[in-house]
């Protein structure tokens, strides 16, 4: 089944002269894009983790269980949760919570943590990054299972029989992978599916991760999985005014965070070539978006498509066109094109 989405990061909105709104006001927009969504049919509605006072998401589940609470068919989840910095079984408890409350509606997308602010907030050594993971999604794993767990490891309190509640059915759980082949094996030996976060560059070059996991589920036994793609955007009536709108942010936020992170300072011309057919900024007409979208789904044998709508700077209206427009445009032009 092909399925379709969309992601945040919860970046500050503005108002309609560009001065930034709160972090309680950008909450309460980031309610309401989650219920539009809901209202213009997708199929998932998905909130990163971070804790930054760009990107103030650091309750996602909060969030989520309010739009649950608004909404009766989408599915509501994250977009990843940081495990390594978190407790395995706190975010087991809450995401069940959340399961509970949105009558089994809730998924989950697990992630090392590309930003890694949450490490030194919550006391963490980046030394221990590998291990982290490892071991919070071995320990995520078998609280899925269900029934009384066992486990034991290096960077939490071991377990024995210990029951953990509450119960409800198994949620879809994701790993999501942004360049590491490592990633996609552990993925497919837990029987998780996989979500390729594409950020840069041309998204062709994630083929070889999709047929890895292809070839590790069979190595390990398991049945196929679905392969998602979530990769960066924004949607407006023509590809001019996306491309005007999207650009001075675009430029700003990579600026700021190619100081910690390593990216490259955008320009015209990079901008231009990742708009572009090669590119993995899916920013346009919804036409030439979802013409993208179809290609990169095809390429890489992907079922899903998560949007990462949205980037500092845009205004809550700006975000709801977009949000209005992928769904009742894009969406049903790439189901065509796929068909």
């Known amino acids: 089944m092909t399925t379709f989405g969309l992601d945040t990061f919860g970046d500050v909105t503005h108002d309609a002269e560009g001065r930034p709104l709160t972090h309680a006001q950008t909450i309460r927009d980031l ?12 199929d998932f509605f998905g909130i990163g983790e971070h804790h930054t006072p760009d990107m103030p998401l650091s309750a996602a589940d909060v969030v989520l269980a309010a739009i649950a609470a608004r909404t009766s068919a989408i599915h509501l989840g994250s977009a990843v949760t940081v495990l390594s910095s978190d407790d395995p079984v706190r975010v087991f408890q809450r995401f069940s919570t959340l399961n509970a409350v949105s009558d089994g509606r809730a998924e989950i997308i697990l992630g090392r943590g590309s930003s890694v602010d949450s490490f030194p907030l919550f006391g963490y050594d980046l030394a221990d990054y590998e291990d982290l ?76 991760f999709s ?60 901008y231009a070539h990742e708009v572009g057919p090669h590119g993995a900024l899916f920013v346009g007409s919804p036409e030439t978006v979802a013409t993208k979208m179809a290609r990169t789904m095809k390429t890489l044998g992907a079922s899903r498509f998560d949007l990462k709508y949205g980037i500092g700077g845009l205004s809550h209206g700006s975000l709801m066109r977009t949000i209005e427009l992928y769904g009742t445009e894009v969406v049903p032009r790439v189901r065509e094109l796929l068909a």
């Open 211 to 270: 047929e890895l996991y292809k070839h590790a589920l069979e190595k390990f036994g398991r049945d196929p999985l679905p392969i998602g793609i979530h990769s960066p955007g924004h949607v407006a009536p023509t590809d001019e005014q996306a491309r005007e709108e999207f650009w001075p942010h675009y430029l700003d936020v990579i600026s700021r965070l190619g100081k910690t992170r390593g990216f490259a300072t955008p320009t015209p011309e990079s």
């Open 133 to 208: 993971f490892e071991e919070k999604t071995h320990l995520f794993a078998e609280l899925l299972k269900g029934g009384p767990v066992t486990w034991q490891g290096k960077t939490r309190a071991s377990l024995h029989e210990q029951d953990v509640v509450p119960f409800t059915e198994p949620f879809p759980t994701w790993i999501g992978v942004g360049g590491s082949p490592q990633s996609v094996v552990r993925a497919a030996s837990y029987g998780f599916s996989l979500m390729l976060a594409i950020i840069g560059g041309h998204p062709g070059r994630f083929a070889p």
């Open 31 to 42: 309610v309401e894009q989650g219920v539009l969504a809901d209202q213009a049919g997708l």
